[in-house]
């Protein structure tokens, strides 16, 4: 990292913490604006609790390019036929009307880190005392070779919600008889370590009833995956003979697509499929990298109230954020926005400020009614979020236990969409 003015007081800032609230910002210049770009679980949530908490003291923008925003959370069940995409989407109206959150809907295209604005892709720039970036993930740009993003139709990564899960469910349900469905299958780190699994899981259940005789086959470049033991031993159970696995010892690691011939390359060796959902090695999304807060990868942020190293006036939330020891998950995005308003509306107003607590469970559905759960609790130290503790089911649990665990799920898909939308 260069070291400049910026970068020194955000590296001071990473070392006290925010446990007092030291000043008002803006106050020079009437109410301090603050400015969050990205609406989705981190940033929704924390322009919702900035805007409760922080009352008239506070103006706060949200810049969201999406009218509606679909969960990718819950997603893989759309899939799977367990939700409806309706169910999945949701708007910004309460958080404009009854939170009084000037919602603008437009990318930002632009950060001026010294005349602190945001520019948008319609014109125009919108001013900010403190920035919340939440924009989620992009792909790595020749990730997997023969794949970009024009190539995205034929071979979808459905990894953001919405019209790419619904075109991979369109392809899924109408394979040929006996056809292959193929997933390629992201390095670590990634957006809901589980996702990739919990997909397999849900296009398995689809192709148990409408196509038998299909056959799924993920190309890995892990070792191994989150929850392993119980998709494979929930796969065995449900699916037996249906899934494959290529792990790195076996060429998981070295592949290549086809988009046009729809063909995948395996260690040298070609596939036919019929269904190629390529999920591309990620990084944080390209507005932070445009803002200059990432290191190339992801944006590092400290771990009490997520500011970002770089600019002691920017924070970083969800997956966009080098972290720590959270996985990027929603629950942890929604986790982080919380302790990150709360630092916000404690230094722009003086309330007072709360020692950060971080939680995260990660739920899969694996068969109808057989849900697994991984979870941990986490708190901030010196050097990153870190994990103090955690739980994950168990391979011998009876089938109530897993249905319960399923009802878990639901109760929390319902809580966090109103904790983020209102
Ligand atoms: C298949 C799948 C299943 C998942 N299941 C779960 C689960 O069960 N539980 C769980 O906790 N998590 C789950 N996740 C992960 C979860 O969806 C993400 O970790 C979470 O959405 C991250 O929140 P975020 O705020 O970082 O990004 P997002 O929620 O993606 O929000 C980012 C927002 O920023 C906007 N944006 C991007 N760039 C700009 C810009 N330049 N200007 C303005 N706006 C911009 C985007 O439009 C988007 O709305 C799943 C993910 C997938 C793909």
Redesign the pocket.
């Known amino acids: 990292m260069k070291i400049n003015r910026r970068s020194f007081i955000g590296s001071a800032a990473a070392g006290v913490g925010v446990m007092s609230a030291p000043m008002v910002m803006g106050a020079a210049h009437g109410t301090p604006n603050v400015v969050v ?7 929704a949530t924390a322009a919702r609790y900035i805007a409760r908490d922080g009352g008239d003291q506070v103006n706060v923008t949200l ?4 009218r509606t ?1 679909y ?6 069940l759309y899939i799977g036929g367990f939700r409806t995409m309706e169910s999945l989407g949701h708007s910004y109206g309460t958080l404009a009307s009854e939170y009084g959150i000037n919602v603008v809907h ?4 632009g950060v001026d880190r010294d005349a602190k604005t945001v520019a948008l892709a319609g014109g125009g720039s919108v001013p900010y005392d403190k920035l919340i970036l ?4 992009d792909f790595v740009d020749g990730a997997v070779p023969g794949w970009d993003v024009s190539a995205q139709n034929a071979m979808p990564h ?4 919405g019209s790419q899960t619904e075109l991979l469910k369109a392809q899924v349900m109408s394979m040929r008889e006996g056809g292959t469905y193929c997933m390629v299958a992201p390095p670590n780190p990634y ?2 370590p589980p ?1 990739p699994y ?2 397999v899981s849900m296009v398995a259940h689809q192709l148990k009833q409408t196509n038998p005789t299909a056959k799924i086959l993920i190309v890995d470049p892990k070792e191994g995956f989150s929850k392993q033991g119980l998709f494979e031993q929930g796969w065995e159970r449900h699916y037996s003979g249906m899934i494959e696995r290529i792990g790195p010892d076996f060429g998981g690691a070295n592949v290549e697509v086809d988009p046009a011939a729809m063909t995948v390359t395996i260690d040298g060796v070609v596939e036919n499929v019929d269904v190629c959902n390529v999920i591309p090695a990620q990084r944080a ?3 932070a990298h445009d803002a200059g807060v990432t290191d190339g990868n992801w944006a590092p942020v400290e771990a009490f109230a997520l500011t970002s190293k770089m600019d002691p006036a920017i924070h970083v ?4 954020a080098a972290q720590g020891d959270m996985p ?6 929604n986790s982080q926005a919380k302790v990150c308003a709360n630092a916000v509306v404690g230094e722009l107003t003086g309330s007072r400020v709360f020692p950060a607590r971080f939680s ?1 469970t ?3 559905l694996i068969d109808t009614e057989d849900g697994v759960k991984v979870g941990a609790a986490y708190e901030p130290t010196e050097e990153k979020i870190a994990s103090t503790g955690g739980f994950v089911s168990q391979t011998d649990e009876t089938a109530e236990v897993r249905a319960q665990t399923y009802q878990e799920s639901l109760g929390w898909y319902d809580a966090i969409v109103s904790d983020m939308f209102g």
Do not use: H, M, Q
């Open positions: 770009i990205g609406g989705g679980a981190g940033g810049i969201e390019p999406t925003y969960t990718c959370f819950f997603s893989n437009d990318w930002a295209v939440s924009p989620g993930i459905a990894y953001k919600a957006r809901c996702g919990e997909r999304g390209k507005i939330l969800g997956d966009s990027k998950s929603g629950f942890s995005a995260n990660c739920w899969s």
